[in-house]
């Protein structure tokens, strides 16, 4: 028989093949695990130092920031609580089994952080989530709506959260009187140091003693450090005023009058701030070394000059009146014209200023006073007729009481102002407003002169002709003369006509 034939040896070695790829595949996969597990305890690791170097960092901060207070006086508000989304929550099915999702957030005054400086916080969240954020910017809460996939969405929220949680309010230490010094020309400085630093400041409306300053604690941590060293690096020098001859309401008015240019044009060629303590009546006068000592000379040397008084008496209450004008319109553009300040006393006018401009005031009241031709302040677009009325009808003008002139001025719209001494028996009457107005108001006035003229006219013919058909009587009975029984002029009783 023939002998079995032995099996084949390829077999054998394919299946120690198999055996051997098997074994390589188990130790590949217990590699990978110790990889992984090297790998996780390393992130393990790092994560747990970075947490103590953020520990570490948050505990520097909050040491120096107790410093500062302590030198400062600055008080910290406790951090608010973050609010958690609690609007509704909404859920979209749209293709492809995909599904969007949107929340809302009420962010209240902290809604500055998350938007940032021209919008570049919620940029860059909308960027690195892909959610869609929109903050209602009219709403009292600021309600902040997410919107995507609940994935980006989470990831927002998760963000947002973290701004919120770094985000802190502080009140800086503020007397009233250095605000605008503080602020700077509209605010000039405050803006500058907003862009600096990434804080912002609020600035409250009513009269306190500080402002509040908002961001995150790094960011407001350094923006302490900067005031700081720019309040220890300028010097103040103050300047009492109460004993000025202008008096304190004069050296406010001289400073602060007409949009303060005074102030502003020291505090350009000086570079220094200028405060004004009303209540305490003081200026304070604040820069560095150099610049406070030049501002404080600059405005030394304008109280000065604007020191000059003069006052003039008045005899006549109704020559104040005459002065003053009607609403103050009169003294206000005396004031404007000649650059004197001018205030009513008792009985005369204080005039204050430089010498030449206490002058020109000075003869512009005068002319006044002494029955000078008063003309009326136009406004834009207004234009005035001068119409001379005869001592003897203005009456017809007037009218009982001035209500000729009222209805005259309500009808036509048209202001008419009759002020000053008659000149050679005529009175200046001013008639000023739009023209139109000024026209029907002119020709109104013109209309009633000439039928007083003509009444007068009339009225002296009838008097002319009763005189002419009268009788002679005196020649006919001579004088009639009063007796002691029916009484005399000017006697006991009489009412002194």
Known sequence: EP???????????????????????????????????????????????KAKEEEARKAALKAQEKKMAQEDGWETIPQRAVHKPTAKKSTVVVDKGQSSTSVTMKLGNQAAAVIGKKGVNIQEIQRNSGASMNVDKDSADKMLTI??????????????????????????PLPFAQRPAFIGKGGSKIKALEARTGIRFDI?????????????????????????????????IEIKYKTNPLGPNGVTALLLGNKAQVKQEIERDTNCDITIDKENCTLTITGHLTEALSGAQHMESVLQRHSVVAEVPVDDPKKIRAVIGRGGEQIKAISSKTGARIDKMDSSFKICGTAEQVAKGKAEVLAILQGGDIKPILQEGEVCTRIEIPQGHVGSIIGKGGAIVVELQKSTGAKVSMQGAPIDGLVPCYVHGEKRKVDAATKQIQAKLKEAQEAEEARKKRSEEARANAPDTAAQTGPIELTQEEGTWGGDGADNW
């Not at 009513?206 to 300028?234: F, H, L, N, P």
């Open 3 to 49: 002998e079995p034939e032995p099996e084949p040896e390829p077999e054998q070695k394919s299946k120690k093949k198999k055996n051997k790829k098997k074994k390589t595949n188990n130790e590949a996969a217990v590699a990978a695990e110790k990889a992984a597990a090297a790998k996780k305890l390393a992130a393990a690791k790092a994560a747990k130092k």
């Open 147 to 172: 919107s995507g996939s609940p994935e980006a969405v989470a990831l927002a929220q998760r963000e947002v959260a973290a701004i919120l949680k770094d985000f802190i309010e502080e009140r800086y």
């Open 204 to 236: 409250p409306k009513e009269q306190t003693d500080y402002i509040m300053i908002k961001g995150k604690t790094e960011d407001v941590t350094r923006a302490k450090q900067i005031i700081k060293e720019e309040k220890d690096s300028k010097t103040s």
